[in-house]
């Protein structure tokens, strides 16, 4: 069965840290390009990062560049997303998705169709 969970949400109070795990199974993430989205109530889906699949190159939005960081550790079949200096505007649903055909030369190339995505994990930023 694929599937795609997340985990690491919580509650952190500005300027923490989060990390976010995304746990592939029944395919090989290598083999597969990546995207983190977020999504808050009532608005569309909006793209944090992605990871390419040929090169691992990664692109981030212009929001949380310098403060979130992507990877992917193909041993585990799982992929990351560390949050730093969080914001209350961080606040969201953050999911993970995968696509083998997927292809990025910018940020802006991330935010297409993905065959497979997880059910998300609630961050919350706030004092």
């Known amino acids: 069965q694929v599937q795609l969970v997340e985990s690491g949400g919580g509650l952190v109070q500005p300027g923490g840290s989060l990390r976010l795990s995304c746990v592939a199974s029944?395919?090989?993430?290598?083999?597969?390009?990546i995207g983190w989205f977020r999504q808050v109530p009532g608005k569309e889906r909006e793209p944090v990062s992605c990871?390419?699949?040929?090169?691992?190159?990664?692109y981030y939005a212009d929001s949380v560049k310098g403060r979130f960081a992507a990877s992917r550790d193909n041993a585990k079949n799982t992929i990351y997303l560390q949050m730093n200096n969080l914001k209350p505007e961080d606040t969201a649903v953050y999911f993970c998705?995968?696509?083998?055909?997927?292809?990025?030369?910018?940020?802006?190339?991330?935010?297409?169709?993905?065959?497979?995505r997880g059910q998300g994990t609630q961050v919350t930023v706030s004092s």
């Open positions: 029944g395919f090989t993430l290598d083999d597969y390009a």
């Open positions: 990871i390419s699949k040929d090169d691992d190159s990664i």
């Open positions: 998705a995968a696509d083998p055909s997927n292809f990025y030369l910018t940020f802006d190339d991330c935010n297409v169709s993905y065959d497979y």
